[in-house]
């Protein structure tokens, strides 16, 4: 209760930089968290079906990411839109901005979903998938691909709530859809049989349809997130409000959008990209280290989400302050948050480091995908502080609006650092110990180098609203956006 009346007096742009950073990153921690469960959960019950159902979500993985990125800038644009215009008073703006978001994401996901169906199982033999693993990939990301409109639209909701300053509603309802989810995960991969041979219907139950039950679970769970997130953005009684007269898709609107949401697009997609390029080097080497891959993967993925969460509220808190002109309020929350998520990622390393080998074992019964596991994670462990440093930064390029410097930053980490080391490193002296060392060595690269590039406070220019732009045709457009039904 205290944090739902916490957050409910929240004021980004005046008062302590802590509490307010607390009040809106642990809600955040918590949505992640329960997001995160949904991989996690897929991971548990195919390690538990086979190998290579582990394997082949090993190979899924960054394929979803990469469709999820493309369209993810928008979702970021719009977060961004709405936090400086909340930040400056400017509440049919932001009402505006979030229904423009809204209208444009959608369609952008349900064309990237629809473009990249028949160029599934191309890719993922091209990333390496052996002929066992090939198959079950396919399926999963068939599914995910057709799914993706009703799961990308969960996560503009998000986006746009975080704007707004509530991340306290997206909590709430993925803590709703991710029991769905987990519930029905293993009835879909297993199979099950209520009544066999009944009269007149034969069978009835879940068929077992292995990895692309898992797949159907997911889609499922996120459509339903999506469904009751955009009622609750109509409703506008939480966080922001979308209006249908705003919806109709403003071309000339989008161009904004697109000035932020590209750069984003391109920081997450250069992610995607490096992910699925070492993907390529994970998959020269055995099935055993591909599925230790991705269970270390999948760890990092719930180890890391502090930091993640506080690089969003830091967005939100640059965003809003921003546009309240507070810059060097907005500089302060990027330092704290720094030195706060260094102080407990490196905390969490020592204890990852010391007993490795029982977290890999939560995922898998095969023994040596756990001894892989283990030392991958010893690899990575001593530099999880980093990982800190590098978010916050990130997220204040983002929330300031200078996208493309952080888009640059994910870029020159991944792919100009982690994968050539993983590479040389692999083939030439470490085996696949040399893929485990690039993680290590690009996180400290990659915090130094967001340091020095936000000391130079380029960002302070980020303000990304315009002097005048598209918003509420009229009086009563703008009445109706502020009646809380």
């Not at 997001?35 to 960054?62: K, V």
């Not at 209006?243 to 590209?262: A, H, S, T, W």
């Not at 948050?337 to 490196?346: D, P």
């Not at 888009?407 to 050539?420: E, H, K, M, Q």
């Amino acid at each position: 209760m205290n944090l739902l009346k916490g957050q409910a007096d929240l004021d980004l742009t005046e008062g302590g930089i802590v509490k307010p950073l607390f009040y809106l990153s642990l809600p955040i921690v918590l949505t992640n968290l329960m997001q995160t469960a949904y991989n996690l959960a897929d991971t548990f019950w195919l390690g538990q079906y086979s190998t290579e159902s582990l394997a082949a979500i090993s190979f899924a993985f960054p394929v979803v990411f990469l469709l999820i990125s493309l369209g993810l800038g928008l979702s970021v644009a719009g977060s961004v839109l709405v936090a400086q215009h909340t930040g400056a008073g400017e509440t049919e703006q932001a009402e505006y901005a979030a229904s423009q978001t809204v209208v444009f994401a959608v369609a952008a996901s349900a064309i990237f979903g629809t473009a990249a169906f028949p160029f599934v199982e191309p890719l993922l033999g091209f990333l390496g998938a052996s002929p066992d693993v090939l198959p079950g990939a396919t399926a999963y990301m068939q599914v995910i691909s057709l799914g993706l409109p009703f799961m990308f639209g969960f996560f503009v909701f998000n986006a746009l709530m975080r704007g707004s300053g509530d991340t306290l509603t997206p909590m709430f309802l993925m803590a709703g859809t991710v029991v769905v989810n987990i519930v029905v995960d293993p009835f879909l991969i297993n199979g099950w049989t209520l009544v066999e041979g009944a009269p007149l219907v034969g069978t009835v139950g879940f068929p077992e349809l292995g990895i692309e039950g898992a797949a159907i679970a997911t889609v499922f769970s996120r459509s339903l997130a999506m469904v009751v997130g955009v009622a609750i953005l109509f409703r506008g009684n939480r966080g922001i409000q979308i209006n249908f007269p705003d919806m109709r898709p403003d071309f000339e609107y989008l161009r904004k959008i697109l000035q932020i949401g590209v750069p984003a697009s391109v920081e997450g997609t250069g992610r995607a990209l490096s992910m699925n390029a070492l993907l390529i080097v994970v998959g020269m080497y055995s099935t055993t280290v591909v599925a230790a891959y991705g269970i270390g993967t999948r760890v990092f993925s719930v180890i890391f989400l502090p930091a993640i969460a506080v690089a969003r509220g830091v967005e939100t808190m640059t965003g809003q302050n921003i546009g309240a002109d507070k810059p060097d309020r907005a500089a302060q929350a990027n330092y704290v948050a720094a030195k706060v998520l260094f102080v407990i990622l490196a905390v969490v390393g020592v204890f990852v480091f010391l007993v490795p080998s029982p977290i890999v074992a939560i995922f898998t019964n095969d023994p040596e995908v756990v001894e892989v596991g283990a030392t991958f994670l010893r690899y990575v462990a001593p530099t999880f502080g980093f990982i800190g440093i590098m978010r916050a930064f990130t997220g204040g390029f983002r929330g300031a609006g200078n996208v493309m410097v952080a888009a640059a930053i994910s870029v020159i980490t991944l792919a100009g650092i982690r994968l050539p080391v993983a590479f040389v490193a692999s083939e030439f002296f470490l085996g696949a110990s040399g893929i485990w060392l690039a993680f290590g060595v690009s996180n400290v690269l990659g915090a130094t180098i967001a340091w020095l590039w936000f000391r130079r406070e380029t960002w302070r220019e980020g303000d990304v609203r315009g002097t005048s732009g598209p918003g509420p045709t009229d009086a009563s457009d703008g009445d109706a956006a502020l009646t809380d039904d």
